[in-house]
T-cell receptor, first 111, second 112 residues
Framework: DVKVTQSSRYLVKRTGEKVFLECVQD?????MFWYRQDPGLGLRLIYF???????EKGDIPEGYSVSREKKERFSLILESASTNQTSMYLC??????????FGQGTRLTVV | GNSVTQMEGPVTLSEEAFLTINCTYT??????LFWYVQYPGEGLQLLLK?????DKGSNKGFEATYRKETTSFHLEKGSVQVSDSAVYFC???????????FGRGTSLIVHP
């Protein structure tokens, strides 16, 4: 079974902090994704990576950056956390155009 | 571009009732279609998929048939249980992109 592991289930950070959300997958998938999920808005794509060091902006990249130095790891960075970034963050990975596998999610609260 | 439209929720049912969650899509090519389930506080899990017209995906008593003529992929289950309470997402993947398109999700609440 493919495993996508996010480093934290719950995270509480202060406004202005730099926040790192880590995601690791164990199936050599070339594609990795970061989504944000908010009530009534569904899933919104923040960033997508199709290879090491390669990335594409999604629908809502503002206030976020990403890093993919190794194939199995995709990090989401909040440069200066704000309260409107309080949300559920979901990482996913996929092989080609196969349906992605998701991690368990990180519920981030910015206070 | 591609899009997926799901019925708005929440859908509220009694245990053992029949479930239908509607999903229709727009795609430029010939997509593969998926249903995901998200239990409270968890990530999304792939529930079933279909890759060509008239294919039926099935898993855990859920079924969905790929209907090209009506561009639909409705999710059905004959007898729901309380444990089926979750959010269900319809999605598609189409040849031109590695990025799947998701619907907004439909919340299902099943009462005993």
């Amino acid at each position: 079974d493919v495993k996508v592991t996010q480093s934290s289930r719950y995270l509480v950070k202060r406004t202005g902090e730099k926040v790192f959300l880590e995601c690791v997958q164990d199936m050599d998938h070339e594609n990795m994704f970061w989504y944000r999920q908010d009530p009534g808005l569904g899933l919104r794509l923040i960033y997508f990576s199709y290879d090491v060091k390669m990335k594409e902006k999604g629908d809502i990249p503002e206030g976020y950056s990403v890093s993919r130095e190794k194939k199995e790891r995709f990090s989401l960075i909040l440069e200066s956390a704000s309260t409107n970034q309080t949300s559920m963050y979901l990482c996913a990975s996929s092989l080609g155009r196969a349906p992605p596998f998701f991690g368990q999610g990180t519920r981030l609260t910015v206070v | 571009g591609n899009s997926v439209t799901q019925m708005e929720g929440p859908v509220t049912l009694s245990e053992e009732a029949f479930l239908t969650i509607n999903c229709t899509y727009t795609a430029t090519g010939y997509p593969s279609l998926f249903w995901y389930v998200q239990y409270p506080g968890e990530g999304l899990q792939l529930l079933l998929k279909a890759t060509k017209a008239d294919d039926k995906g099935s898993n855990k008593g859920f079924e969905a048939t790929y209907r090209k003529e009506t561009t639909s992929f409705h999710l059905e289950k004959g007898s729901v249980q309380v444990s089926d309470s979750a959010v269900y997402f319809c999605a598609l993947s189409e040849g031109g992109s590695y990025i799947p398109t998701f619907g907004r999700g439909t919340s299902l609440i099943v009462h005993p």
